[in-house]
Nanobody, 124 residues
């Protein structure tokens, strides 16, 4: 029933920008913390950013701080990841996730629901 669908991935040159979006359904979106994770080939899943249900508190990994911005629109049940100044090392499959609790949002196992992922490729 619960579904998270990412969109907006694609190929972009280094230094460029890309905006990912995640549309949620089947849950009371406004009550969930939302997060973005990514997984590069041969690498473990990595935390990118998270935002609390109100949207007033955001968290981001040091590797993306100052370049990526997470936001949410509770009226539209969507969460976005604006990615600027992209680097080749940002290349990964990006996943949207939802958590009904507010434990450590930097850990993947905190999240209950996950999207299928969208590929982001940054070329030099």
């Amino acid at each position: 029933q619960v579904r998270l669908v990412e969109s907006g991935g694609g190929l972009v040159q280094a230094g460029g920008s890309l905006r990912l979006s995640c549309a949620a359904s089947g849950l009371t979106f406004s009550t969930y913390a939302m997060g973005w994770f990514r997984q590069a080939p041969g690498k473990e899943r990595e935390f990118v950013a998270a935002i609390l249900s109100s949207g007033d508190n955001v968290y981001s990994a040091n590797s993306v701080k100052g370049r990526f911005t997470i936001s949410r629109d509770n009226a539209k049940s969507t969460v976005a990841l604006q990615m600027n100044s992209l680097k080749p090392e940002d290349t990964a499959v990006y996943y949207c996730a939802a958590s009904p609790l507010w434990n450590d949002l930097t850990i993947g196992k905190t999240y209950r629901y996950w999207g299928q992922g969208t590929q982001v490729t940054v070329s030099a």
